[in-house]
């Protein structure tokens, strides 16, 4: 499978990747009468998304979709834009706005570190220089936790294993770190 096309979130100026959440987002395309399909082997669900963390909370901003039948009706009173290639050959409906009432974490990315690159779904958290937990309560933003000496812990870690075998403390001290940040094996969508 190739890498996947992840979800987006931004706040205020900073875009970030979604690598993980406690529990999915609740946006379904179908409630608007939308079929989502794939086009690419980037995009396998035919969609992906925008959010935007605002004083309003979390806001669905941008759509990226492919149907299965050309149908794109209106979400929110917004029509989509045509096929883009840019877009990978979806349309995109643009400042959607759409609130999204969402309790649990979110774990987001910035700063990819190629080298940590995997051709195979969704990337790891520990490919990121920037990790940062969301907690978010009734869809508002309640805490922002950093987590990017998480990342850079593990990338040290997985360094040092590949020169040497883990002592049974350190692989411990690993898999501790790893759960902290995965929420449990909760994937994004997938």
């Not at 508002?140 to 990338?155: G, I, P, Q, V, Y």
Request: include cysteine.
């Amino acid at each position: 499978m190739t890498a996947q096309i992840s979800d987006s979130f931004r706040c205020g100026d900073k875009e970030y990747s979604v690598i993980a959440m406690s529990e999915p987002i609740d946006f379904n395309p179908g409630h608007y009468g939308l079929k989502p399909f794939y086009t690419c082997t980037a995009c396998y669900t035919g969609y992906w998304c925008a959010y935007n963390i605002s004083e309003n909370g979390i806001m669905l901003e941008k759509l990226f979709i492919h149907t299965l039948d050309g149908n794109y009706p209106e979400i929110a009173g917004v029509a989509p834009s045509g096929e883009d290639e840019a877009c990978l050959g979806h349309r995109l409906y643009n400042n959607i706005n759409l609130k999204i009432n969402y309790t649990g974490k979110i774990l987001v990315g910035d700063e990819f570190i190629e080298e940590y690159y995997i051709h195979m779904g969704t990337q790891r958290p520990w490919a990121y220089k920037v990790l940062i937990e969301l907690v978010f309560e009734n869809g508002e933003l309640t805490e922002k936790n950093d987590k990017s000496h998480l990342a850079a812990e593990l990338r040290e870690m997985l360094r040092k294993k590949a020169d040497k075998n883990l002592t049974r403390e350190e692989t411990e001290y690993y898999m501790n770190i790893l759960r902290s940040i995965n929420f449990g094996g909760q994937r994004f969508r997938h």
